[in-house]
């Protein structure tokens, strides 16, 4: 598994290849795994440190990861439409959970983010509709949950129907929570440092709009939220069309 880009390791990775245990070694290669659409777990140990871009992505019959404790490194899009992945353990050395990692990994219903992960990139959960719960571990050291015009980091989680979000977190990103009709609940912790709840309308040649992409945009469920009161900015269209807040 020494190749440099995917299109030499699909030459050899066998296509009916289920299951690989990994022995040691301190890094899984760019794209080492992409396509193997026959592979159903994964389970990498503690010896492992980083994961490359692409490494599982596509891996459509992936059901179950279980990350080592020494994983810091895990590249964009890792798991890349891994479309049946159901059960996902993250590492307690992931600092940052990147672009795309998760992205149209539907059948996941619960991800833990533990307090080792200060940043959320955007598309980190792009389309994740299964996801009902998000829990972050205590003493949570995430700090920005990022996002760009519909690229949000939890954009389209329709399932999503409650979140809180930890003290430390600055910065709440554009279309972060896009599309989450049924977030009912967003809390914050005591003693929130949070900044910036972003937003960004595109308007046009006459001023009307031709894009939203606020923070909370669409999120129709939404019927109460607390500002902390360390928030100095709400971007335009942050709460637009929340159409239940009351």
């Known amino acids: 598994f020494g190749a440099d880009s995917y299109s030499y390791n699909s030459s050899y990775v066998p296509s009916s290849l289920k299951e690989v245990i990994i022995t040691g070694g301190t890094s899984i290669g760019y794209g080492a795994f992409r396509g193997c659409s026959s592979l159903q777990s994964i389970t990498i140990p503690n010896s492992v440190t980083s994961i490359g871009a692409s490494a599982f992505s596509n891996d459509t019959n992936l059901t179950s990861v279980t990350m080592g404790n020494q994983v810091a490194e895990l590249g964009q899009s890792a798991f890349y439409q891994c479309s049946n992945l159901v059960n996902v353990k993250l590492s307690e050395q992931l600092t940052i959970i990147d672009e795309n990692t998760f992205y149209y990994c539907s ?5 833990i983010i533990p307090n080792s992960v200060t940043t959320i990139k955007q598309q980190a959960f792009f389309n994740c509709t299964g996801i009902k719960t998000v ?7 995430l700090q920005t949950i990022e996002g760009a015009a519909d690229k949000g980091a939890f954009q389209n989680c329709s399932s999503l129907q409650s979140i809180t979000i930890p003290n430390k977190v600055v910065s709440i990103g554009v279309s972060a929570f896009q599309n989450c009709s049924t977030l009912e609940t967003l809390n914050f ?3 929130s440092t949070l900044e910036i709840i972003d937003g960004l309308i595109n308007l046009n040649a006459s001023d009307r709009i031709v894009a939203a992409g606020g923070a909370f945009y669409n999120c129709t469920s939404l019927k109460s939220v607390v500002i902390p009161a360390s928030v100095h900015t709400i971007g335009a269209g942050a709460f637009k069309n929340c159409t239940a807040l009351s």
Not at 107 to 111: D, H
Not at 135 to 141: D, I, K, L, T
């Open 189 to 191: 912790e005591t003693n």
């Open 107 to 111: 059948k996941i219903a619960t991800i």
């Open 135 to 141: 829990e972050f571990a205590s003493n949570s050291s």
